[in-house]
């Protein structure tokens, strides 16, 4: 019962985060303003509890959801030959900086200046 309520407050926040920003055309999609509004609903014990249930549940079935993606890239495998090098730059740089934006918001946040 327990993972079923961490699955509605999900969802609960993924469409909270939807309707925000098309109410307000915000220029963030939905899922982004409700993941945001998920980690400010972490600090309630009663949504922590159900939703760390939940993401378990997720978390070990996790490689069912990459299926689809061997499938997509099975089937235009012509495209990955043609465009493959630069497909894996454009992932291997975009991880970088994505890890260093992360990186240095951290410290920033810590107030750790000495990055």
């Not at 609960?12 to 985060?17: D, P, R, Y």
């Not at 993606?69 to 099975?74: F, L, R």
């Not at 975009?94 to 750790?112: N, P, W, Y």
Request: with cysteine; charged share 10%; net charge positive.
């Amino acid at each position: 019962m327990q993972a079923l309520l961490g699955f509605t407050w999900l969802l609960a926040f993924q469409t909270l985060g939807e309707a925000l920003s098309r109410l307000f055309h915000l220029p963030f999609p939905g899922p982004v303003i409700g993941m945001l509004l998920l980690v400010m609903g972490l600090r309630w014990c009663a949504v922590r509890a159900s939703v760390q249930i939940a993401a378990q549940y997720l978390l070990s079935h996790l490689s069912l959801l990459f299926v689809p993606v061997g499938v997509g890239v099975m089937t235009h495998l012509g495209l990955i030959s043609q465009y493959g090098l630069r497909i894996l730059a454009v992932i291997v740089l975009s991880t970088l900086i994505g890890m260093v934006v992360t990186l240095l918001a951290l410290k920033r946040g810590r107030g750790d200046q000495n990055a």
